[in-house]
């Protein structure tokens, strides 16, 4: 966890006084993460009882997430491609 938030903060408040300087981009880190925290809900929901089942649901999340960041996008490019 220490590594972590070293790596965290080397960036982070460089990132938060750029939000607060510019509109525009706060409401761009609120749309990014926004569907990042959506998913993250679903834990509240999951009836948790081991660290196998912990495993499981963090690594359907984290699936959800590469679908939602990187999958989707990439099948829309692709399908735009396709028409153009």
Do not use: H, W
Request: no cysteine; charged share 15%.
């Amino acid at each position: 966890m220490t590594g972590f938030n070293q790596f965290y903060y080397s960036f982070s408040p460089a990132i938060a006084d750029y939000e607060r300087e510019n509109p525009t981009f706060k409401e761009a880190v609120k749309l990014t993460l926004t569907p990042l925290l959506a998913s993250l809900t679903l834990l509240q929901y999951a009836d948790i009882d081991s660290e196998s089942e912990m495993l499981g649901y963090g690594i359907g999340v984290i699936l959800l997430n590469i679908g939602m960041y990187f999958v989707a996008p990439a099948v829309l490019i692709m399908t735009i491609k396709k028409r153009i």
